[in-house]
């Protein structure tokens, strides 16, 4: 019995990592690119542009813990 619980304790780890990486390239390779694009269009200075990029750095993690906040069965 102890096996099994620290085999899903390891692939429960796993899935977590993955989900993190993942995360990690849909911020880098989706979401910075397309807010440098708005503030270049919209000639934002340094600091706006600086800002913008620390807000979308962290909208997919924004947006997990929203969905885990409000599922109820978590």
Known sequence: MDIII???LIISF?????IMYSLAIIADNFIIPT????SKK?????????ILLAIGGS?????TNLTASLTDNI
Do not use: R
Request: contains cysteine.
């Open 35 to 38: 807010l440098i694009n708005v």
């Open 59 to 63: 909208i997919p993690e924004f947006t």
């Open 6 to 8: 620290i085999g899903l």
């Open 42 to 50: 919209y000639n934002l200075n340094m600091q706006i542009e600086g």
């Open 14 to 18: 796993l899935c977590l990592l993955l």
